[in-house]
């Protein structure tokens, strides 16, 4: 339903055109959102060169810094810059939690239960001539549940701040080693202690590790050291997935551990 570009670099957008194609072979009509930076509709347009027809719109909306938007299923974006040597975003994914529905108030005022939907839905109703507000049913306001994203990004405060207190965040970590830092620091990218760092300053739940530089042959080894620093880092992989609910907040949901497999098969 929408995609949402941290930069403009060609590893991250030269794969749309195929993406593209493949969403209109799965038999999508419905718009789809693109989302990035200032440049992204110069971006797309150029890259539709190669995929002009497709039986979906697609609508490009560009990003400034520090703005709040919205996104399909009633999700809210916040994008924030990052430091890049371009200019590059990273994202807040906020899923908002709806107030309890207290059946107890609403038996105790004999609200029928045909107006239950509607009041926990934040409608008024009348009730045998008298006026049911939802605050005379509703609880307290619930915590909901947030995805954070950075990645092509030095670490800074105003990331922090960004996706403080997520129940996930997916970092970069293009550098393993300390002494990489000068490297990382002349590219515009993380190490693996800046990335838990970061998470760990944002007071975050769970932090995924991901976008390794070439030089970094097996992430996987390094898993021990991501602990150390973050004690609930993930190394990303091929296949790691997860889920995120109101009632049980983070959980893995892939099967199989890749550092748990028999010969360190993947």
């Not at 107890?104 to 045909?114: G, L, N, Q, T, W």
């Not at 998470?199 to 042959?217: C, D, I, K």
């Amino acid at each position: 339903d929408a995609i949402c570009l941290s930069h403009l670099h060609a590893d991250h957008v030269a794969g749309l055109p195929g993406l593209f194609h493949t969403v209109a072979n799965a038999g999508r009509t419905e718009p789809m959102r693109i989302f990035g930076p200032l440049g992204t509709s110069d971006v797309v347009s150029g890259l539709r060169v190669i995929a002009p027809h497709l039986p979906y719109e697609i609508e490009v909306i560009e990003l400034e810094d520090d703005v709040t938007f919205g996104l399909p299923g009633g999700l809210t974006g916040h994008a924030r810059e990052g430091k890049h040597r371009v200019t590059c975003l990273g994202y807040r994914f906020t899923a908002d939690r709806g107030r309890a529905f207290r059946e107890d108030r609403a038996v105790a005022r004999d609200i029928p239960k045909e107006y239950w939907s509607q009041l926990q839905n934040g409608e008024t109703v009348i009730v045998n001539e008298k006026t049911v507000r939802p605050d005379d049913v509703l609880g307290d306001l619930r915590p909901g549940v947030a995805i954070g994203l950075v990645t092509d990004t030095r670490p800074t405060e105003r990331l922090a701040e960004l996706v403080r207190g997520v129940d996930l965040l997916i970092c970069e970590a293009t550098y393993g080693e300390d002494d990489e830092l000068p490297k990382a620091e002349r590219h515009g990218h993380m190490t693996i202690r800046e990335a838990s760092a970061l998470a760990e300053r944002a007071g975050v739940g769970n932090l995924w590790l991901t976008h390794f530089g070439a030089g970094m042959s097996d992430p996987e080894s390094y898993r021990p050291f991501a602990r150390s620093l973050f004690a609930s880092a993930e190394i990303g992989h091929s296949g790691l997935t997860g889920s995120l609910t109101f009632r049980r907040g983070y959980e893995r949901t892939d099967a199989v551990d890749p550092a748990e497999q028999p010969n360190g098969e993947q």
